[in-house]
């Protein structure tokens, strides 16, 4: 299926679904960080008709990551009139979390509470407006490595680009008219002080991942693995526990 053909069926399938909820017209609601999952993500939802809300959620960001989010708030608002864009600073809820948690200080548990303070307050909104909130994660992140620092971490009602690679998003990302900064940019969750990106974290591009993926014969299979293997239980229904019947 080709990137033309990509696009058509995620819109419809955001629709579908849409449409068969009780509570209608739902409105969809998507955290926007300034790189192109969320970029793509909230031009599809854009494009079913439905209501859009897009939120940039700086949290202590890097001003160039946070620059695109609202480049691409501005560019959804003037292509789209359906189209609602709001900006949420969280930093001093997160200093007062911080501080709060001052005795468990760790700094990967901080950069993951970052997002899930983004993730609460995209339900907050979406509970408010009857929505209900898209997630941006793509297959390498969903189902290859479980690379779980994005907005909407901790749960999401749909994700439309799951079964896309991150080539994919970036195939659609320039036919649906992303901005070209936001196509070029490293891609990074904005989750931590240093800026950081999301290869050199994972220690693989998105390419290398991909091939991975697809070739257990590649060079870059064992690394994968490694990044994969303690993911793993994100990437598995939560274990519930059945209680026997007598």
């Not at 995620?10 to 926007?32: C, D, E, H, M, R």
């Not at 070029?184 to 800026?195: I, Y």
Request: proline share 4%; charged share 20%; with cysteine.
């Amino acid at each position: 299926m080709n990137s033309d053909k990509k696009i058509e069926y995620i819109t419809n399938w955001i629709k579908q679904y849409a449409n068969s909820l009780i509570f209608q017209p739902p409105s969809l609601v998507i955290g926007v960080s300034g790189g192109i999952d969320s970029a793509v993500t909230s031009t599809l939802c854009a494009k079913t008709g439905f209501k859009t809300i897009a939120i940039s959620m700086p949290i202590k960001q890097n001003s160039s990551q946070h620059d695109l989010s609202i480049k691409h708030l501005d560019w959804l608002k003037n292509n789209f009139d359906n189209v609602q864009t709001l900006t949420i600073d969280l930093d001093k809820v997160f200093d007062s979390f911080s501080s709060l948690m001052k005795g468990f200080n760790n700094t990967l548990a901080f950069a993951n509470s970052r997002s899930r303070l983004r993730m609460i307050t995209l339900y907050q909104v979406a509970q408010a407006k009857k929505g209900i909130v898209v997630g941006t994660g793509n297959k390498v992140e969903d189902f290859g490595v479980g690379f779980y620092t994005k907005y909407g971490d901790g749960g999401v009602d749909i994700s439309p680009i799951a079964d896309c690679t991150k080539s994919d998003v970036w195939n659609m990302g320039k036919l649906l008219g992303v901005i070209n900064e936001i196509i070029e940019a490293a891609p990074t969750d904005g989750l931590w002080d240093d800026s950081r990106n999301d290869e050199s974290q994972l220690g693989l591009t998105y390419q290398q991942i991909e091939e991975a993926m697809e070739n257990p014969s590649s060079k870059f299979y064992n690394r994968y693995l490694k990044i994969r293997e303690p993911n793993i239980h994100k990437m598995k229904p939560i274990p519930v526990c059945i209680l026997p019947k007598k």
